[in-house]
């Protein structure tokens, strides 16, 4: 791969890592929080499929963007959600 090319590409996967972690962070929702999370994770295996690493990016996309977003997602399902006025949802 050329040199330009996985610059370019690696600095885009980088800009939409940050922009995503940022939504992560400013988001009210846990559910749409947690999605984001392994959409953040996804991004990170496709980078390491760039840097040449697919044993990691393999593991990062099971794990990371996988299983962690599910056993999040079904821990937030099970919790009692309160809003500010303290009324249960």
Same mark, same amino acid.
């Given at each position: ?8 590409? #690696?600095?885009? $996967?980088?800009?939409? $890592? ?14 749409? #929080? ?40 079904? #821990? ?14």
């Amino acid at each position: 791969m050329n040199e330009l090319v996985f610059i370019a590409l #690696a600095t885009l $996967m980088f800009i939409l $890592m940050i922009a995503l972690a940022v939504m992560v962070i400013r988001s009210k929702d846990l559910i749409k #929080a947690a999605i984001l999370l392994s959409g953040v994770s996804l991004i990170a295996s496709f980078v390491f499929v760039l840097l040449r690493a697919p044993d990691v990016a393999m593991a990062e996309a099971s794990i990371g963007s996988a299983l962690t977003a599910i056993i999040l997602v079904f #821990a937030i399902k099970k919790t009692n959600r309160f809003e500010e006025g303290g009324e249960e949802k």
